[in-house]
């Protein structure tokens, strides 16, 4: 394989990953503040990029993918509190099976508003045919977009969750819950904010890859379980670890494409994720102690 | 005898709909009932997996494709070239070898659909068990993620190799003519028979299910559900109790997958899709989990209406808003436990 | 005469913490045992070694003969060792009699396929199983709750499910963990007398228990822990007088 070749596979497996790392820190917010994971995280991403794309038809770019974000963490905090919050007491089954539920309504929803159609957003600069050259690998400028929206969103969540009070309170939610109350912290504001920034971020997702990847009603489910591998891979309740895993996925789905065929790429992430579910649940980078104390 | 009334009272109830069908000339609606038989049956290995020792799998479809894919390869490939070598002289000897006209005069020598049968439940069951060995250990959410996994395995390969017919599924699959004068098909003659086949395969499982529940295994297997801790103290070895039913389930699925696929004459790859693993939830769901006759009749209802295309568009979104209201407002299933439970000591009387 | 039960010198680290350090004891057949001390001395630890629950860093459990550190606790539970649960552990889906016929599971040997099949013998060892719970019903005036949700018995009741569960299989040793945890006045003396009648019946019970007057009535021998050292073993009587389980329990900095 030629370097420029090569080149060509790594960027095009970190941006898939960062789509994955989107996903993957949508579960890890949910996950930190209530236990459960949400099935229809994928879904977010969908409607991120397809709420842009219709506003993008009549108001610039940025205006709608901002509108687009803000309609789906809205839509997420909804799910929150009509459904998620009255669920509380139910078992884990019940959670499992509500959350895939509401995917399905989410994606049928979007089925019968957008159709089947595949949408792609505009690219954020340039078009489909403009390329940037680095070390002689051809790489589409809404590459470097992509990358760069990861960087940013990773770094200002650090931030958010270190220093910002509502960050830290929401961490101390996850440490903690009855801690956390007693300590005066909302903990039901801070799981409806986790299911708004959750849906947030997925949407953010959903905008920046739609050029490339493109948007379509019954993408969710793929995301879901690719994001899942890759909260997996990076540690449950890690949400920066989830971009390391996120691009580490990226680059092995990319790279797999060159020895075995197309269709089998997701059946390679997917037999990741049953290994290391089965032989470390506590994911490459978290600590197998305290997963220890965890029920997998 | 008295645990088997109801199983009584629905052969039945199976006679009094296939002769009111008959009497308004309402014939073809048996094809919608029959092929509802086969799905319920898949839906019936899940409620032992999921309802009853509570470990949820949302993989279901995934074994049905197995059943079904089997079958409808195994019938499809040409084995002319290879009839001379020591295996297939062996299915010959047998009878396993038959031939058949394709539409261009070609004969055709394929493998009996007996043979295929034991092929499909051995795939599966082995496949059930390879999986559910490590899988099984797990929990929740994870248990969930990794079967809807298997499920997405399963449809990947099937879309993505040639000998299963990627997109387009296996379509010219041939008659299952299981003795003289019968045979799995959709040929209208066949239609009664075909119904009260169907109806024959539910009674035999629900026999064999509903001993099952009563016995000393049943008892383990609902006391997974209740408290695996309490299981594991009273000496059940819950990782092989697990594994087992797993299997049950996946059997029963890849049976229905057999059997509709020789009904249909094809399958596809959307039988294998995470939606439908999902429908099978939902039904096992909607009859109250722990419950076989709960998905035996939702599940009929909710198949017919959606194979009728009652439900239009909204097909998919049925089962959707079914899962959602059901954990919202009666986790506890819509045909509740406790009232099935008195129903059924009325029938038995006091043990 | 062997001990049914030998404990020799376990321990158990977790992390930097020695919670169990090298405990050892005999429990001879047909008596009861009781391990007691202040909240964190290794009492639960020490049961859920035997139970198979954690493995113990170093010693041995042996039980009839059998070494049994290193059994899963179902593995613990066929070789006739049965407990109960401080913290219930009942099968709320379950009925009553279902839930202790449960306790019954390694008398008996149909699997799945006879299960389904509903053989002779699956509906054989179903009768023998009933006859050999119903009077443990009967004596724990639990009769009239035999059909019932066992969710919706009161806590007591529930305890009572428990017990009667645990001696389904005639056990060859009782592991009781807490049995009078939440329990109120009246339905701990119940508990009391049903251990007494356990005893004369000449079972053999190793107990972990919080409640000091029941401890001192039914035991015949009692170890004490604290900060998971084994400090004394003797009679309750005994017990009653050492300087050192007086200071642990009504002195020095942990009181």
């Known amino acids: 394989m030629a370097l420029n070749q090569i080149l060509q596979y790594i960027f095009s497996g970190i941006t898939v990953g960062s789509i994955y790392a989107f996903v993957a820190i949508g579960y890890n917010i949910i996950y930190n503040s209530t236990g459960i994971i949400n099935f229809a995280q994928g879904e977010f991403v969908m409607l991120g990029g397809m709420i842009a794309y219709t506003f993008s038809n009549f108001m ?56 089947e159609q595949i949408r792609a ?60 109350k007693l300590c005066g912290i909302r903990t039901d504001r801070m799981v409806s904010l986790s299911f708004m920034v959750s849906a947030g971020i997925g949407a953010l997702g959903g905008c920046v890859v739609s050029p490339l990847t493109q948007t379509h009603y019954a993408m969710g489910s793929d995301l879901a379980i690719k994001g899942f591998t890759v909260a997996i891979l990076g540690g449950l309740g890690n949400p920066m670890s989830a971009v390391a895993a996120g691009i580490l996925l990226g680059l092995i789905e990319a790279f797999s494409i060159s020895i075995l065929p197309m269709a089998y790429k997701d059946v390679i992430s997917i037999i990741i994720l049953l290994i290391v579910l089965v032989a470390r649940p506590s994911g490459l980078f978290g ?9 997998y | 005898m008295k645990k088997y009334l109801p199983v009584m009272l629905l052969a039945g109830t199976v006679i009094i709909i296939q002769l009111l069908t008959l009497i308004t000339g309402k014939g073809f609606l048996l094809t919608q009932l029959t092929m509802s038989t086969w799905y319920v049956i898949a839906a019936l290995g899940l409620c032992m997996v999921m ?33 001379g070598t020591s295996v297939f002289s062996f299915f010959d ?70 000998i299963f017919g990627e997109a387009d599924g296996i379509s010219n699959v041939p008659p299952f003519k299981m003795f003289p004068g019968f045979e799995i098909s959709g040929k209208v003659g066949f239609r009664v028979g075909n119904y009260y086949f169907a109806w024959l395969v539910v009674i035999i499982a629900l026999i064999l299910l509903i001993n099952l529940i009563n016995s000393r295994a049943g008892r383990a297997l609902k006391a997974l559900h209740g408290s695996e801790d309490a299981a594991d103290a009273m000496g059940v070895n819950t990782a092989r109790c697990k594994t087992a039913v797993f299997i049950i389930g996946a059997v029963l699925a890849a049976v229905a997958g057999f059997f509709m696929t020789h009904y249909n004459g094809g399958i596809g790859p959307s039988e294998s899709s995470v939606i439908k693993s999902v429908r099978y939830v939902s039904i096992v769901a909607v009859g109250g989990m722990a419950n076989i006759w709960g998905t035996l009749i939702m599940g009929m209802l909710l198949n017919f209406l959606s194979l009728r295309g009652v439900f239009g568009h909204f097909d998919d979104a049925v089962f959707g808003i079914i899962l959602v209201l059901m954990m919202m407002f009666m986790p506890d299933g819509f045909i509740r436990k406790e009232v099935f439970y008195s129903i059924k000591t009325l029938f038995r009387g006091k043990k | ?93 379950l009925t009553v009699i279902d839930n202790i016929l449960l306790g019954y599971h390694t008398r008996a040997k149909a699997g799945f396929i006879s299960g389904m099949l509903s053989t002779k013998r699956s509906r054989r060892e179903e009768r023998e ?86 401890v001192m009535d039914i035991s015949d021998e009692i170890v004490v822990l604290d900060f998971g050292v084994k400090i004394a073993e003797g009679r309750p009587s005994e017990i009653q007088n050492n300087e050192d389980v007086i200071r642990i329990y009504l002195g020095g900095d942990d009181a």
């Open chain 1, 121 to 180: 957003l505009r690219f954020f600069t340039g078009n489909e045919i403009s390329s940037v050259n680095i070390l002689g690998a051809r790489i589409s400028p809404q590459v470097l977009w992509v990358l760069g929206v990861t960087l940013v969103l990773t770094a200002g969540l650090y931030f958010f969750l270190k220093f910002t009070l509502t960050g830290q309170a929401m961490r101390a939610c996850s440490e903690n819950p009855t801690a956390a």
């Open chain 3, 129 to 214: 199983a009933l006859e050999a719970v119903l009077p443990l019903l009967e004596w724990l005036g639990i009769m009239d709750k035999k059909d019932t949700f066992v969710g919706n018995l009161s806590f007591g009741e529930q305890r009572s499910v428990e017990l009667a569960r645990a001696l389904a299989p005639n056990p060859a040793m009782l592991l009781l963990d807490e049995p009078a945890a939440g329990l109120n006045m009246h339905e701990t003396e119940g508990l009391a007398r049903n251990i007494s009648e356990l005893k004369k019946q000449g079972r053999t019970i190793l107990l972990v228990e919080h409640d000091m007057g029941l």
């Open chain 2, 51 to 83: 309802g009853y020792a509570g470990q949820i799998s949302l993989g279901q479809a995934g074994f049905f494709a197995i059943g079904g894919y089997t079958t409808a390869v195994l019938s499809t490939i040409d084995f002319s070239a290879r009839t």
């Open chain 3, 1 to 93: 005469m062997t001990p049914l039960m030998r404990i020799e010198n376990l321990n158990k680290h977790f992390g930097g913490l020695h919670a169990v350090n090298s405990v050892s004891f005999d429990v001879q057949k047909g008596t009861i045992k009781a391990i007691i001390g202040p909240n964190g001395a290794g009492k639960t630890t020490i049961f859920n070694m035997i139970a198979g629950y954690f493995q113990p860093s170093s010693g041995e459990v042996h039980f009839n003969g059998k070494l049994i550190t290193g059994m899963k606790p179902f593995m613990t539970a066929q070789q006739g060792l049965l407990r109960t649960f401080q913290n219930l552990k009942v099968c709320k889906n």
């Open chain 1, 60 to 115: 610039p770019l940025l205006p709608a993918i901002i509108a687009a974000i803000l309609i789906t963490a809205a839509i997420g905090g909804l799910i929150e509190n009509v459904f998620i919050r009255r669920m509380r007491k139910t078992s884990v089954l019940g959670m499992i099976v509500i959350t895939i539920g509401l995917s399905i309504l989410i994606r049928e929803f979007a089925l019968s508003i957008w159709d």
């Open chain 2, 93 to 162: 000897s047998l009878g396993l070898l038959l031939t058949r006209q394709t539409i261009y005069g070609d004969t055709v020598i394929y493998l009996s659909p007996w043979a295929a049968l034991i092929a499909a439940i051995l795939i599966a069951g082995l496949t059930a068990w390879g999986l559910g060995v490590p899988v099984l250990k797990l929990r929740g959410h994870y248990l969930g993620m990794a079967t809807m996994g298997f499920g997405i395995i399963v449809n990947r390969i099937v879309v993505g190799t040639k």
């Open chain 1, 287 to 295: 600590s197998r102690s305290a997963s220890a104390l965890k029920d």
